[in-house]
């Protein structure tokens, strides 16, 4: 039994070891999947709160970046608004009151709106809220009355603010108030309608409506296009009309007022009349913008349902210090025309063919004052003392017609022969590249150079040859009917300008009478070939001088006089000595009597104002366009680069073609051409520069020796026998590296022969006393080797070549700098020797094989250092 027992025990306690076995496993299961679970939902939770946070984070950015943008784009549509609001409201017609200051528009821009509040729109800054008036619309504005008011004061201040004086005529219609509501603008002397009145004013505003569209014919749908189309001041004054109707008048209307009213409602604008409406009812109409103000804010029909919160009216004091200072400008008259003024509304639009004509200022009424160029009158004579205006008056001129006729139409030619540079600001500048496309040529500093004045009219007379020969060949005796004729060949209108033209014809020398000859020859043919003059001139004596030759002055039909001008008008025709300064007498009778037209002067000089339109007119120029030849007379002309050897100078045969050119300095004509010295195997193809200025000497040696060597093959020999030109000749012998240098130590004279032309270079030869000089001038040439050399007296090259009673034969051609005329007898042709003068950086050449009298040149600048 105790066995079995505790067998049974044994299984008993077996099975119970099994089962707590199997219990502890399957509780280490249900642990271990309890933890998994845990551990799942944790990953769960911070996956969810991961997520969550990644979303709020990627919603808040995308939020971020919207109103990133979203305030980005505001910003730069409020900028764009804001500058377009700036460039439709400029000055006076959208500046705070704060800031606020009458201003002018420019010439020809149309009416741009008017301030009157902000807009504000989200963070944005606020924006100005603008309207239309003048040009556009009328007005009708409706709410509390004390707001209102103070709506249409700030409206008409900025009107009249921002436009000339004189260019509004304002009328108010004040029943109640009897004019007071407006009270401050009474200096203006606007028209008060009282009690009553509006009939009449209604039927006077539909008349002046009725006489404007007569006037425009159905040329011009509008006013503002007859304005826009015609320079100068507007042809009829915008009618600015505020009717601040009362009760008693909206009641009182009658059915004629009306249909008055709704007539000037359609067909105001068009003829410049704006209503300013408070208290009556108009009629729908495209031209009406209606305003509606609530809580000193409004709403209108252009905005839309965007708010304006109104500025504060404009304080009483400025009002009144505006209007007295606009009333004082009124008495005064118009403000004489500016420069911008004398525009067209159409760069180079304009024909000369029949003429030219352009205005240089207005009349005390502010019309323009036009002045015409043609047959009749051909020619323009300008005259008034120093510091009269003549040179503001040319400026105008030439700005007016520059405007109107483009280079194919007008050509210019500027000569200044006073001291200074006028006719700088036409040419291209260190500071200003551009130029006025019409001037062909100009002339500054010239007052010492009257050779250059005599270069231009031979010129001009050679196109007048040019042009007649044209005409003759077309049967048609004007330039008109050439052009006419042929369109292809396109003949500008040439105008020359001299100032102080007395200059040139002074002295009773070869340069003034072949200078009278050219002008009158000029004066005479040349209106029928479009070639014109203008001479001006602050000396009676010179103008005097013109009356002293009939056949010259009687060309000169058109005549300007400046204030305190003598000689220019008629004896009897004393208008010159009673005008003011600024203005100037037009007459195209030839001074008579009775056609005088008195214009006023704009302000010319301003340089800014001048550039800016220069520019715009260089910017249009035709393609081909070559800037203008410019002669200054202070300036030294550089020895260009192409009469420079580019390279060692070359060995070889002699040069194919004409004979070798020594280039000795710039010629005094238009074209700037160099003289040239022909070095052929003739005899006395020698060249001797005579005088004591080392510097210009050693500059006229050195420009002939290179511009020899650029040309070709060429052997030098360079003789220094002055200590003073040692440094310039070193510089060419540097610049010759084939060059033999002999100096007084080793100097003769007899060279041997070469196979290519030589060419013997010789500073202060007078120096040597060597006899073999004499045989090198007298034989060399034909042998082909030439001298260039520097003697510094005409005695001294006398006794290298002999002494007294020798010939100059060996000396073919001269270049003479501070030699006096006399002294240069014996090498002229005429006894006596030639009219000359010397003067810094100008000398006198001649080759007896060319010349048959000397002409003057200008030394090139070699060396910097000799200037």
Known sequence: MVSNRNALVA??????????????????AAESARGEAQNRRRLVREAYATCLSQLTAAREAA???????FQSEA????????????????GAAGAPWRLWSPSEPDPGSRPGLLRIGAITFEETAALPGLIPLLDAVHLHVSGPSPQVDDLITGV??????????????????????LGGTLAPFAPLNPTFVGPGGLGS????????????NESLGGQYPTIAELAAARPGPRPEPWKLVVLLADRATSVEMTTAQRAQLDRIVRTGVACGVHLVVRGLALEDDPTVERIVVRDRTATCDSLGSLEIKLDPPPPPERIAAFCRTTAERLRAGPDPARLADLEPAEFWSESSIHGLVAPIGDSTDGTLVEVPLGDDPPHALIGGPSGSGKTNLIYTWLGSLATRYGPEELALYLLDFKEGVSFARYVPGPRDASWLPQVRLAGINVNGDREFGLAMLRHLSEELRLRAQAAKRYDAGKLAELRAEDPGGHWPRIVAVIDEFQVLLDGRDAVADEAVTLLEDLARRGRSQGIHLILASQDVAGIQALWGRAGLIAQFTLRIALPKARRILADDNLAAAVIPRFHA????????SGANRIVRLPDAGDRNVWRGLQRRLWRDRPAGCEPPRLFDGDAVPRLPETLRPSGRVPSGTEPVGSSPGAVLGERIDVAAQPARLRLGRMPGRNLAVLGTRTGEACDVLAAAALSLAAQGPAHFSVMCLDVAAGPAAARLVAELPSADWYDAGDVH????????????????????????????????????THVLGWWR??????DDLGGIGARFDAIGAWVALDVQGADLAPLHPQPGGPVWYPRPRRALFFDRSVHRTPEIIIPYEVNSDHT
Do not use: W
């Open 11 to 28: 299984v008993v306690r077996q099975e119970l070891a099994e089962a707590r076995g199997s219990a502890r496993a399957l509780l280490a």
């Open 63 to 69: 939020r971020n970046d919207v109103q990133r943008r």
């Open 75 to 90: 910003t730069r549509l409020a900028g764009h608004l804001r500058g377009l609001a700036t460039s439709s409201a400029g």
């Open 156 to 177: 008409l201040l900025r009107a009249l603010g921002s436009t000339r004086a004189g260019d509004v005529h304002l009328t108010v219609y004040d029943p109640e108030n």
């Open 201 to 212: 004013l209604l039927d006077d505003l539909a008349d002046h409506i009725c006489r404007v």
């Open 585 to 592: 007498v037009v007459n195209t009778e030839s001074g008579m």
């Open 749 to 784: 004279f007899d060279l041997g022969p070469h196979d290519v032309p030589h060419y013997v270079i010789g500073y202060a030869l007078d120096a040597a006393r060597d006899a073999g000089l004499r045989k090198l001038l007298t034989d060399g040439p034909e042998q082909r």
């Open 793 to 798: 007296s005409v005695p001294r090259l006398r």
